[in-house]
């Protein structure tokens, strides 16, 4: 990477660091605080309460996306941050559930991913997309592992308020990074004499492998979240108490970073990028297999081994598919087309957490497991087809001259 594409890729994952640990500080605590809450006791409220932000993301993800395309990806990010940390302050003066529900909703409509994986891809060459995907990939998955730890600790000393205060606070955070740290974007070259028609959403929606990886996206974090349903349960029918879960969750997110590191980028290189495409979707498929084989009587080494393979290949696939995206989209249409691929990434949140708790109760967890296999498998057939982008072969080299020549 040159230094630009280095600060622009340490920049946007610091943003997308941030915005995603505030989110997951909330999720571990959130139902048995939000229960304190006058209508608390409504597990339908509650659910809502925890479920809308997700929907309000996915709802407005492509307008923001197609807003980066015509009016730039910074004023869209900027404008998104400030709704979040409006939404979060809303959340933390709460004081009773509709009013929680009502901050939720505000922080969703702050749907600044698409905007965010555009200017990164805007500001990265083809040859090394993938790597700066990688570092915001890791960078969500390390919250997540980190918030395990962090969120029963932080809520016994200041409560859900103050985590909400927290996560409005590095929302503010995020827009100073933004404004002094990410490097500019290239200039839009929009209007009638451009001859260029930005963020037209045909090209988006009638384009076969941007379907694929829609799908793609869906699938994954619908099982990510549906399987979260279950796995905490496993591990305390194994034997391991819930303060404790961290030292399965931490080691196995690690070990996975150190794989993906020493496997993705060394075979992309070398012209394997489907091949590890495709075996990461298989591998996920697999780990539902096993915790289908180990839900009966679950053991924490086997608990721990599939959580450390599943880590594997879903982070594989966080660091490719935007990556793919964003090369395969008409660069004309870059944000509508990551706006439709976030979209879907929060549409799969919201349903895999409804639809995982519904098969949970309902056809027990080896059905919830059997299901999420079976949507791999599908994903798996969907995406077989795929064919990795030819990658633009401009040098470093050539980069820094260009970046000399225009400065």
């Known amino acids: 990477m040159t230094p630009a594409e280095r600060r622009a890729s340490g920049s946007l994952a610091a943003i997308f660091a941030a915005r995603m640990l505030g989110l997951f500080l909330v999720l571990p605590v959130f139902a048995l605080e939000a229960a304190r809450y006058p209508g608390g006791s409504d597990p339908a409220l509650v659910g809502l309460a925890m479920g809308i932000y997700g929907l309000t993301q996915g709802i407005l993800q492509i307008p923001f996306g197609l807003a980066s395309d015509r009016f730039g990806r910074k004023r869209v990010i900027v ?3 400030i709704v979040f940390a409006a939404g979060s302050f809303v959340a933390a003066a709460a004081t009773s559930l509709p009013w929680l529900i009502a901050g939720r909703a505000l922080q969703g409509a702050g749907a600044v991913s698409a905007a965010v994986t555009a200017l990164l891809a805007d500001l990265t060459r083809d040859t090394v997309r993938t790597k ?11 919250m997540f592992a980190l918030s395990l730890v962090a969120a029963p600790l932080l ?3 200041i409560g859900l308020h103050g985590l909400f205060v927290v996560t409005g606070s590095l929302a503010l955070a995020c827009i100073a990074v933004v404004l002094w740290w990410t490097p500019a974007a290239p200039p839009h070259k929009s209007g009638s004499g451009s001859g260029v028609s930005r963020g037209r959403m045909a090209d988006v929606l009638a384009h076969a492998g941007l379907l694929r990886l829609n799908v793609g996206v869906f699938v994954l974090h619908a099982v990510q979240l549906a399987m979260w349903v279950a796995v905490p349960a496993l591990l305390v029918q194994a034997g391991l108490a819930k303060a404790s879960h961290w030292q ?3 080691p196995a997110v690690l070990a996975s970073f150190v794989v993906m590191g020493t496997l993705l980028f060394p075979l992309e290189r070398r012209g394997y990028l489907r091949a590890v495409f495709l075996g990461a979707v298989g591998l996920v498929m697999l780990v539902q297999l096993g915790l289908l084989a180990t839900s009966w009587h679950p053991g924490i080494p086997a608990l721990a ?3 450390f393979l599943f880590f594997c290949g879903f982070n594989v696939l966080e660091a490719t598919q935007p990556s793919l995206a964003s090369r395969i989209a008409p660069p004309q249409s870059r944000g509508a087309a990551l706006g439709v691929y976030n979209t879907l990434q929060s549409l799969g949140l919201f349903a895999g957490g409804a639809v995982g708790g519904w098969l949970a ?5 080896p059905g919830l497991f059997g299901a999420c296999a079976g949507l791999m498998l599908l994903w798996l057939v969907v995406a077989w087809p795929m064919r ?3 990658t633009a072969r401009q040098t470093a080299e050539e980069v820094l001259a260009d970046e000399a020549q225009a400065t």
Do not use: F, H, R, T
Request: net charge positive; aromatic share 4%; glycine share 12%.
């Open 305 to 307: 081994a599939l959580l």
């Open 79 to 81: 404008l998104g941050l």
């Open 132 to 142: 700066a995907m990688a570092l915001v990939g890791a960078s969500i998955g390390l």
């Open 248 to 250: 399965v969750y931490l």
């Open 388 to 390: 990795a982008p030819q």
């Open 155 to 157: 809520v016994a000393k």
């Open 361 to 365: 109760k309902n056809v027990g967890l």
